[in-house]
């Protein structure tokens, strides 16, 4: 198993499913490879990092610049799947906001620059 014994096997299995706490998908259905994820700040008086996993936060940071979620994988070195769950819970607690890259959004052509991050991206998966 490339090095891996039996414990460290199991480890890696049950990260996500602990990361996720059990779920499988995100309730929205619209992230992609290439939606973009930016930061927003927490409403005055609000606990900014109370309740966030490390990876929840991790995000955050990566996104005070918008990032694409395939990007963000890359960074926590964790499947897309796990990290649209992630992602959710972020939009879902209002500290994160979502959107299509913006040539998706107008019907323009793609942006090489944009297409190239998730090219690399998705090499670092």
């Known amino acids: ?7 460290d096997a199991e480890e890696l ?5 602990t990361i996720t706490q059990g779920r499988t ?7 992609t490879l290439i939606t973009l ?3 927003v700040e927490p409403a005055p008086g609000r606990a900014a990092l109370r309740g966030l996993q ?5 995000i955050l940071q990566q996104c005070r610049t918008p990032a694409a979620v395939a990007e963000i994988a890359a960074e926590l070195n964790l499947p897309v799947a796990v990290t649209k769950i992630l992602i959710d819970d972020l ?7 979502t ?3 913006i040539a998706v959004a107008t019907g323009n052509t793609m942006d090489m620059t944009l297409l190239r991050a998730v090219r690399d991206g998705l090499r670092r998966l």
């Open 1 to 7: 198993m490339d090095g891996l014994d039996a414990a």
């Open 13 to 17: 299995s049950v990260r996500p499913y």
């Open 25 to 31: 998908a995100p309730t929205r259905d619209d992230l």
């Open 37 to 39: 994820v930016t930061t």
């Open 54 to 58: 490390p990876e929840h936060r991790s």
């Open 91 to 97: 939009v879902a607690l209002g500290r994160a906001t």
């Open 99 to 101: 959107r299509p890259p």
